[in-house]
C-alpha cells in the first residue's frame, strides 16, 4: 500500500515515527512523552463529546 493513499492516521504515525527516529530520542522518553499526548488528546475527546 502507497503511503499517499493511507488513511490520515497512519500518515501521521509515520511522520512521527520519522521525526522522533531522525532525532535519535530515547524509547523510554518517546514512549513517556507519547501517553502525555495521548491523555490529552483523551481529555480533550471527552471534552468534544460531553454535552454542553
Keep these: ?6 488513511p490520515e492516521d497512519v500518515k501521521l504515525a509515520v511522520d512521527l ?8 530520542i530515547p524509547t523510554s522518553t518517546v514512549l513517556s512523552a507519547l501517553e502525555i ?8 475527546q471527552r471534552e468534544e463529546s460531553s454535552p454542553r
Excluded: G, T
Aim: proline content about 0%; hydrophobic content about 45%.
Design 17 to 24: 515515527i520519522m521525526l522522533l527516529e531522525e532525532n535519535n
Design 37 to 44: 499526548v495521548r491523555q490529552d488528546f483523551l481529555r480533550k
Design 1 to 6: 500500500m502507497s503511503l499517499e493513499n493511507a
